[in-house]
């Protein structure tokens, strides 16, 4: 690569991409040869165009690019889009940077070199695309042929608009279908289990108190996202903001810090429900009767698994229904749940009923919660026991239990104030589920669920009803491909059919770091077969992305075939044999749904709102790039499994948009497998289903369009689902059933639970609440320090190639003293004999070892070792400045020894000692 980073910013700041097409910098640098040199010197062509942002995990902003001569030379916020109205954030201000990035593939590129390895030069000879396409479809055919759970595809976070794609896997029938982000990513259980919703949020208009435990709202990736303003106009309107963090963040120097050991605050939280039950004792008698499972009756029968005490247990039930009982002090007798309104059923007791103690659900979380005091989580978290009883009180005194609110001449309950769920940080460790149940039940003690004030599902309005399984719980969408997240498996099948190890992972996002071991030891897994082909295309890095990089590395180089669809050059294209170059977005068709759009980030405006964005190119290809679903139409259709991919995209496409609209495609405008088509056609088809034969006309001014009307109540699920008949989990009854199936898979089948003590893995199901001590969770006396990850304002998720994007890298070097740094408090940095600007290695007590730069913070609670991002990349083919920076995920451990069994997530917590290089 002959450009540096020099001539890229002589360029740059000159005036912009326009510039740098300068006859110097055309000279300098390869990557600018297909635009020739004299389209700068004619007169030029000056247009705006229409696109939407393909800068972040929510990408819903409509934008206007300005394309002189056919060069995009500037992106601004769309007024007209309904999303952000003309908003933009810096990264998507910096979109360019990844279109005109030098380190973008050109060409399809061959493998020369068969030695694989992170430094190892796979000496790259540029092919044609039909030499491309000849060999990958090759490979393709043969595993198609052989065994089609051979091929296994990754996805990622690189290429977040290109989500939806068609549907390969399914058409090619391997059940491996693999993404990065689970293990470090396990946020979802609670928003599945209490909204029906990928994620939660506070009702930011109306809500006054909020509690965040480690998830970074309206700060580090809210400055991804709109909801930044959304946070600042509620704090500056007075909502009082309470972070609970072992490291001080933006949201929190708006309001009070907590400061916590990291991996501790399910003591916390479990305090808060103690203090709310047994000292404050004023809860919302009205919701936990009518929208939760507090009334179900319940046998109590603990079990002690690795002494720490579960339960198991199914409700009592009606013999004649079936039905879960409560006991209603009306008729003082046990009724099924449904039998009259709700308002005479008991929340505490304990009662006979047929031959049996029983207790409620409500009265055994009191039970499970008795010796989960502020004094015994202090000694925990570190938290004072002051501050948790104080924060317990003043949540309730903030949500105002028993007021009412009217929108829309309609009357809601008013709950102001509420504890958002756990974001990354504070989740990734064995006690993930945990946290989530023990928030959730903070908030159901409140009655601030999914009502005005606060805090709230994502998706909303007649489109996002929800189901209730026969004993009056929500379910989440079945349609919804986060619900086993909350529900499990309906049924455990053993072998398992995939690398994703379902039958033992019934909860899992993606167990991805178990994907590389139980590669390199299939038998071990019950596991017949291996990858032959590894398919790396959306964007996936699990090498950058998840944890112990040695192990990944192993098994890339034992697949005999692996090839990319890439933007640009990475750790994953080191291993390829095969790299296919990609479109940038801006490119590239797209089309989405967003129908999470309240996703993090809604704005009063949008809270109801939901909105179809459709992008044609707004510049031709820079060089010799494919649009990713265009490959895949065509192999599908050299594999001949064209029509099954088209029957799925015709009856499919992105959903459902408008109620009495079909989902899918129309059939009038319907694919045929038998005509060849091109991703552009899919996106028109489904505009055509949408708006008729206007079609891209729809999108002509504006990329998005809004198509629900926004009113104030439709942000409020309860207010599409009747009392009584879609309640909550207080007691988490799918955990302890899915702990029975798993348990009787394991008997039935005579195997033992992959690599772990079943105990181990089952104590991690239990339906009422649960603390136990996993390894790490304590610093040690070798291992004094626990470590901590955030991610920041520009980095961590890619999206089209933004996190080492030269504009935005130089504006957080120059603003984030924390960034790259191996950050610890200045007390312990004394006690550890180190100070500022040390070379120190960190290492894990798991083995794994990275080095950088101390910088001593304030901001850092004592007990911590704080690393941000995803830096100190290896391999070549990054930009120089990837390799900068301590690695932090090489410090986490891949094994089941501390995993979180549900979820299958890894574990953040672990404990490091830091010393001097
Ligand atoms: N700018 C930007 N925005 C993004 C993304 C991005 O890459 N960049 N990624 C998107 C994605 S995929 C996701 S999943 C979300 C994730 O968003 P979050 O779940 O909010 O993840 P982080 O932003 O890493 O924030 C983690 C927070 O937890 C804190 N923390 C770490 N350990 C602990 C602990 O043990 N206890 C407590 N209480 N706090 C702890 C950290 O200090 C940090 O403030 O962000 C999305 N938005
Ligand atoms: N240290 C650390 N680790 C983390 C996290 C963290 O905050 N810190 N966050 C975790 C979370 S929440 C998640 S969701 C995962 C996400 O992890 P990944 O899914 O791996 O996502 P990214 O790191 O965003 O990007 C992956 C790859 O996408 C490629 N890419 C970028 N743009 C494009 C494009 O337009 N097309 C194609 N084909 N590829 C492109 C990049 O080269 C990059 O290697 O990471 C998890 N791991
Ligand atoms: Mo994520």
Redesign the pocket.
């Known amino acids: 690569m002959t450009l540096t980073r020099r001539t890229f910013f002589k360029g740059a700041a000159a005036a912009g991409a326009a510039a740098m097409l300068g006859a110097e910098a055309a000279g300098a640098s390869p990557w600018f040869s297909p635009l020739a040199p004299e389209q700068a010197h004619a007169a030029p062509v000056e247009e705006w165009k229409p696109a939407t942002c393909p800068a ?3 990408p819903i902003c409509g934008t206007q690019v300005k394309v002189v001569d056919g060069v995009a030379v500037e992106i601004k916020g769309d007024p007209n889009s309904p999303t952000n109205q003309g908003r933009l954030c810096p ?1 998507g201000l910096s979109v360019l940077g990844g279109l005109y990035h030098p380190y973008r593939v050109k060409k399809p590129l061959k493998r020369t070199n068969p030695e694989k390895g992170l430094d190892v030069d796979p000496g790259w000879v540029e092919i044609s695309w039909d030499e491309a396409l000849q060999i990958t479809t090759e490979k393709l055919k043969a595993c198609l042929e052989k065994d089609p759970r051979t091929l296994f595809t990754q996805t990622g ?1 690189g290429n977040e608009d290109s989500f939806k794609r068609l549907i390969f896997e399914s058409a090619f029938g391997t059940p491996n279908g693999l993404t990065t ?1 689970g293990p ?2 396990a ?1 979802h259980f609670g928003p599945m289990c209490t909204k029906g919703t990928k994620v939660d949020r506070a009702d930011t208009e109306r809500c006054n108190y909020l509690v965040i ?5 309206g ?7 709109r909801n930044t303003k959304e946070y600042v106009d509620s704090v500056a309107r007075g909502m009082k903001i309470v ?5 001080k ?1 933006n949201a929190a120097q708006t309001g009070e810090w907590v400061p ?6 399910v003591a916390m939280c479990w305090a808060l429900v103690n203090v709310m039950l047994y000292e404050r004792q004023d809860v919302d008698e009205h919701f936990l009767k009518v929208r939760t499972n507090a009334p179900y009756l319940i046998e109590d029968v603990p079990e002690e698994l690795k002494g720490t005490k579960v339960c198991f247990q199914d409700y009592a039930r009606d013999e004649a229904t079936g039905k879960p009982l409560v006991w209603d002090e009306g008729a003082a007798a046990a009724v099924p749940f449904d039998t009259s309104s709700g308002e005479t059923y008991a929340l505490f007791g304990e009662y006979a009923v047929g031959g049996k103690n029983v207790k409620t659900c409500l009265q055994l979380i009191k039970d499970y919660t008795a010796d989960m005091t502020p004094e015994w989580a202090e000694e925990i978290t570190s938290v004072p026991a002051d501050t948790i009883r104080r924060i317990a009180n003043e949540l309730v005194d903030h949500a105002l239990i028993g007021s009412t609110i009217e929108l829309d001449g309609e009357t809601f309950p008013f709950r102001p104030a509420g504890v958002l769920a ?8 064995p006690l993930n589920v945990e946290l989530f149940k023990a928030i959730e039940v903070v908030n159901e003690l409140l009655g601030c669920i999914d009502v005005p004030g606060g805090i709230l599902g994502l998706e909303h309005g007649d489109l996002h009803v929800m189901d209730a399984d026969d004993d009056g719980m929500l379910l989440p969408p079945a349609s919804d491909n986060f619900r086993n997240q909350a529900v499990g498996q309906e049924k455990l099948s053993f072998p398992p059919k995939s690398y994703k190890l379902e039958c033992f992972y019934p909860h899992e996002l993606h167990v991805m770091q178990l994907v590389w071991r139980a590669a390199l030891d299939p038998e071990s897994y019950y596991l017949d077969y291996k990858p032959e082909v590894y398919m790396v295309l959306g964007g996936g890095n699990p090498l950058r992305s998840n944890s112990n990089p040695e192990a990944v590395v192993e098994v890339l180089k034992q697949i005999p075939f692996t090839f990319t669809i890439s933007l640009w050059m990475d750790e994953m294209t080191q291993f390829a044999d095969v790299v296919l170059p990609e479109h940038h977005a801006l490119e590239r068709y797209a089309l989405w749904n967003a129908s999470w759009i309240s996703n ?1 980030s809604a704005s009063d405006y949008v809270k109801s709102l939901r909105v179809l964005e459709a992008r044609k190119p707004v510049v031709e290809p820079v060089f010799d790039t494919r649009q990713q679903e265009d490959l895949l139409i065509e192999w599908a259709s050299r594999l001949g499994i064209l029509p099954k991919m088209t029957g799925i995209a015709n009856k499919g496409f992105q959903g459902k948009f408008l109620p009495g609209k079909p989902g899918g495609i129309a059939d009038e405008y319907a694919l045929s497998p038998k005509e060849p088509y091109t991703y552009a056609d899919v996106c028109e088809r489904k505009l055509k289903t949408q708006f008729g034969e206007q079609g891209w006309d729809a999108v002509k001014e504006c990329a998005v369009v809004g198509y629900t009307q926004p009113d104030a109540k439709s942000g409020y699920i309860w207010h599409w689902h009747p009392e009584n008949a879609y309640r909550v989990p207080l007691y988490f009854r799918y955990n302890a059933r899915s702990a029975q199936m798993l348990r009787a898979l394991i008997e039935e089948n005579g195997i033992e639970f992959p690599h772990a003590d079943l105990d181990e893995v089952l104590r991690q199901y239990s339906g009422a609440p649960v603390f136990f001590e996993f390894e790490g969770m304590h610093p040690t006396e070798e291992f004094p320090l ?1 470590v ?12 089209t190639g933004l ?1 080492y994007n030269h504009w935005l890298h130089d504006i957080e070097q120059r603003f984030d003293p924390h960034l790259k740094k191996v950050l610890v408090a200045p007390s312990r940095a004394d006690e550890l004999g180190l100070a500022e600007g040390d070379q120190v290695v960190v290492e894990s007590m798991y083995g794994g070892k990275t080095t950088g730069v101390l910088h001593l913070s304030e901001m850092i609670h004592p007990s ?1 070792l ?1 690393i941000s991002g995803k830096w100190g990349a290896k391999g070549a083919g990054l930009v120089d400045f990837a390799h900068e920076g301590p690695h932090y995920n090489t410090l986490l451990n891949d094994d089941e020894r501390d995993i979180g069994f549900m979820m299958g997530n890894l574990n ?2 672990v404990a490091v000692k830091v010393y001097k290089a």
């Open positions: 972040c995990h929510n990264r976070f982000s470090l990513c946020d435990m480690g998830r970074s709202v700060d580090e990736w809210g400055l991804a996202h972070c609970v963090n072992p490291r963040t916590i050991v990291p991996g501790t605050d756990p974001g990354r940080g504070s989740n990734s460790n993090k626990k901590l990850q955030f991610k920041t304002h520009f980095q961590v998720n890619d999206s996190s911590a704080a953040n917590s």
